[in-house]
């Protein structure tokens, strides 16, 4: 239902920037955009939607399973792109992302009124997973540069409003399944991120480091993520 949704605002603002095209006639002294398709390469400005990210997290300061722990996101769900004739492209938009840091089985998150902490499992108990996931509507600003044909690297910050977060803990004690989860887990409401990598074409790699806790240190141990991973389509 989201991506249908987001297909008709893509299609009305396709509409209306056509719309503004015709009306300019053949006025050349404004903005020209390139409407058709979204995700052209012209010099000038651009309507920009592409950059999809998938990756795996770690983090400094807890025990993080890197292996399980993956970050998917769409980085310009909707933005625009200015292209220079020297092979710099500077993008600005909104986006999407999703965090996940599952911890290794020795361990688990664990919540006692506000308060979160890493801590064993009960004596007996079979684990199963225990982790913190994160939403976020990300607004990066990246430059890229080509340095051949088909060769480009990138880096910039990436501000992350994060919406919602929660813990979830899957444990099997004495035959039975516990389950212990949280969506209020206080998380840090705004944090920032350094984004950088290099392209082939269509497809690259790259690494995400923040210097931001993900959580508020008064209720839960801080740490913060680093990810390293694929990007497509940007």
């Avoid at 949704?5 to 396709?14: A, D, E, F, N, Y």
């Avoid at 398709?37 to 000038?44: A, E, M, N, Q, R």
């Avoid at 792109?81 to 986006?95: A, E, S």
């Avoid at 399944?177 to 082939?200: F, Y």
């Amino acid at each position: 239902m989201y991506l249908c949704g987001m297909k008709k605002v893509l299609t009305l603002i396709v509409c209306v920037v056509a719309a503004v095209n015709v009306w300019a006639g053949d006025d050349k002294d404004y903005i020209q955009v390139d409407w058709y398709p979204l995700c052209t390469d012209s010099v000038g400005w651009n309507i920009y939607t592409g950059g999809f990210v998938i990756g795996w997290d770690n983090a400094c300061g807890i025990d993080v399973s890197m292996g399980r722990s993956i970050d998917i996101g769409w980085l310009n769900v909707i933005g625009t792109k200015f292209k220079t004739r020297h092979g710099q492209r500077i993008t600005m938009g909104v986006g999407i992302d999703w965090r996940n840091f599952k911890l290794h089985n020795d361990v688990r998150f664990r919540q006692d009124g506000d308060n979160i902490s890493i801590a064993p499992y009960p004596d007996g108990a079979v684990p199963k997973s225990s982790r913190v996931k994160v939403f976020s509507l990300t607004v990066p600003g990246l430059l890229r540069q080509r340095l051949f044909s088909t060769v480009d690297i990138f880096a910039g910050p990436v501000v992350n409003f994060n919406l919602h977060a929660s813990m979830e803990t899957i444990y099997t004690l004495g035959g039975e399944k516990v389950k212990e989860s949280s969506n209020k887990i206080h998380q840090v409401p705004v944090t920032v991120d350094i984004l950088g990598g290099i392209k082939w074409k269509f497809i690259g790699a790259y690494v995400r480091y923040s210097p931001c806790h993900v959580l508020q240190e008064r209720y839960a141990p801080a740490f913060t993520p680093f990810t390293t991973g694929i990007i497509m389509g940007f």
